[in-house]
């Protein structure tokens, strides 16, 4: 046996930890995988609630306060949810880390399907008004007969005579209204049938091959991201000195800090609190979690700072003929109402219309649909003699019975907002009790080891300090959204916020109270809080080999730290402790086997004993 051989028998793996370093490079940092999951994190964060940051119209989000919150809280949650998931290669609920992360992800699976009937009332929406766009004459631009409302065409005319006006009395803000404050027969009808055919949608779609849904992540990916680049072109050429205007007021960084704001928007992008993305077993293992993260986390950034100064730049150019009031003020409106009216200010407006519900449908579409495909996979896992297609269908199902009254009752912003508040608060909440008992109860060290012997590299400081100190960031946010809603004068935000989080902190603790009682009763509480002999690869032998890793055995160092020049060369003052369940192959008898050695070093002592015998007779 060679070098080599036995250094490959003592630490062999589906990863040897002990190749070198170029092999190591090759299965480690792929591009395909860093690619797949960029194309992920970017539809995981494709929401409607993500779409406008930073223009400072409604959501007035500062650009330097969401970098540092993305960078510091999401970044690092991100990394250590995904490298769970490569790891583990599971979608389950944790219960082998800790049995008590099992009540924790079914509060995060309520979340995530709260969450999803919310966007998809905004689904609803964007395709009502996409298909509006392809008439002629879209029906935002149109004034009833004998009605008081002003067309774009009147407006232009008003302002070209140094004449403003409100937006209320424009026809866009008087079909807003009729669209969604009046609930009149024609009206329900249409938004009923669109909701029925979103659903379709999302079964169709998340009913496809797994690779044939990578696929299409990647098509929406590169699709609102040529488009987005392609809009902000058109709009400097036509629009140059708005254009500079927007960019100016977006990278202003006075005024007071948004950290909380921030906070909750990062939570959405990154999946804190919620299930969060999930590769479907299609990436490698073994991708470098956080070169992926990093290189996403930029990305997504620089397609949200392009899309608010679209925004931005269409408000700017509004605003020279219309006067914008603190009630119109809302992201509901912003989408439904200010954006597509200010398009026809602007030459070739049908562009910047289907841009806008174009790149909000088909991102909030592909982004509903992955958030029913992480619900069906988690109750697959749960609900194993189920077939996944079955899930999907039947989370459909109730998702269409459960999203009609929703859209009924809650047609505008102000309502919305009053569902998101328990949603605000109990994410950073879960998010941070899961990451306590990751890095306080599992340990920090457990982890990082786990990632060493995984990707064969040590996390280092900046990833250790995040890990430690992100519950405790995540409570404090969790606090101030309690004081939010403590705050809130509307009675009715107040009690549907405190209602929900009721909802979820029971649901959590019984099923954390199920498992407790399940140990108790086989007198084991201790293993409460132990990890479980089946956490880890996939792969049993992984298992065993993590369970008996050792970075002292790796290295080939002493147990003294004593100072080895070469990693290749023993202590010449203590033999080197091999893992115990290290075994060697059953060729030892070849030239240069550990144990060849010692056989030869034995034979030769034997042999010079045995010259030496005569002299020691002769001497007697």
């Given amino acids: 046996m060679t070098r080599s051989t036995a250094m490959i028998e003592l630490g062999s793996s589906s990863l040897s930890l002990l190749s070198n370093k170029k092999d ?35 959501v007035n989000v500062r650009l330097i306060d969401f970098i540092f919150v993305e960078s510091t809280v999401g970044l690092s949650y991100l990394c250590m949810d995904s490298f769970i998931k490569q790891f583990t290669r599971r979608y389950d609920c944790y219960r082998f880390m800790s049995p008590l992360l099992r009540g924790i992800s079914y509060g995060r699976f309520l979340q ?5 009937l919310l966007n998809v009332s905004y ?13 002629e004459v879209p029906p935002w631009s149109m ?19 140094n004449k403003t006006i409100k937006f209320s009395k424009t026809s866009a803000g008087k079909y807003y209204q009729e669209a969604f404050s009046t609930m009149d027969r024609n009206a329900l009808t249409t ?46 050429i036509s629009v140059e000195d708005h254009a500079s205007q927007a960019f100016s007021i977006i990278l202003d960084i006075s005024g007071p800090s948004t950290l909380m704001l921030a906070a909750r928007h990062t939570c959405y992008a990154y999946g804190i609190g919620l299930l969060g993305p999930y590769d479907f077993g299609l990436m490698s293992p073994y991708t470098m979690i956080d070169t992926a993260a990093v290189i996403s986390v930029a990305m997504f950034t620089l397609l949200a700072f392009l899309r608010s100064w679209i925004v ?39 562009l910047y219309v289907f841009y806008l519900y174009g790149n ?62 328990g949603i605000d608060m109990m994410a950073t909440y879960l998010g941070g009790l899961f990451v306590a008992i990751v890095m306080w109860l599992y340990g920090l060290g457990r982890f990082a080891t786990d990632i060493q012997y995984w990707l064969a590299f040590r996390p280092t400081r900046f990833w250790t300090i995040s890990w430690a100190l992100l519950p405790v960031a995540l409570f404090a946010m969790t606090i101030a959204s309690f004081v939010e809603i403590l705050t809130l004068e509307d009675p009715m935000a107040k009690w549907t916020a405190l209602g929900w989080v009721a909802f979820t902190l029971l649901l959590v603790g019984i099923m954390n109270l199920k498992v407790m009682v399940g140990f108790l009763m086989r007198n084991n509480l201790a293993g409460l809080f132990k990890a479980n002999k089946h956490y880890g690869p996939p792969d049993s032998e992984d298992r065993k080999r993590r369970l008996y890793y050792s970075e002292f055995t790796r290295q080939r160092k002493c147990r003294h730290n004593c100072l080895v020049i070469d990693d290749w060369f023993d202590c010449n003052h203590k033999t080197i402790t091999l893992d115990n369940k290290t075994t060697l192959s059953s060729s030892s008898s070849e030239d240069g086997s550990l144990l060849n050695i010692y056989d030869s070093k034995t034979a030769s002592r034997l042999r010079s004993i045995g010259a030496l015998s005569p002299a020691i007779q002769i001497q007697t």
């Avoid at 979103?198 to 990916?221: C, G, P, Q």
């Fill in 360 to 421: 909000m449908l088909m991102g909030t579409l592909i982004f509903v649909t992955n958030l029913v495909l992480l619900l069906s996979k988690f109750l697959s896992y749960e609900f194993r003699s189920v077939k996944q297609i079955y899930i999907v269908g039947l989370l459909c199902c109730l998702g269409l019975a459960l999203s009609v009254p929703l859209l009924i009752m809650m047609s505008n912003l102000s309502q919305k907002k009053v569902l998101t508040f």
């Fill in 123 to 135: 689904v609803v929406d964007c395709l009502r008004f996409m298909i509006g766009s392809f008439r």
């Fill in 191 to 236: 938004r009923l049938f669109m909701t029925g055919v979103v659903w379709m949608l999302i079964f169709f779609i998340a009913s496809v091959a797994e690779d044939t849904i990578i696929k299409i992540f990647k098509l929406t990916f590169v699709v609102r991201a040529v488009s987005t680049l392609i809009t902000m072109v058109f709009l400097l």
């Fill in 143 to 161: 004034c009833a007969p004998n009605s008081s409302c002003l067309s774009p065409e009147d407006v232009m005319y008003l302002c070209n005579n």
């Fill in 112 to 116: 995530s399907a709260y969450y999803l």
């Fill in 312 to 350: 931005k730049t269409l408000v700017l150019v509004m605003t020279e003929c219309i006067i914008l009031q603190p009630q119109d003020l809302k992201t509901h409106i912003l989408f439904y109402a200010i954006l597509p009216f200010s398009a026809e200010f602007l030459h070739a407006h049908k």
């Fill in 24 to 58: 190591s490079q090759d299965s480690h940092f792929r591009w395909q995988s860093i690619l797949k999951f960029i194309y992920l994190i970017s539809t995981y964060s494709a929401s409607l609630y993500n779409f406008d940051l930073f223009s400072k119209v409604c």
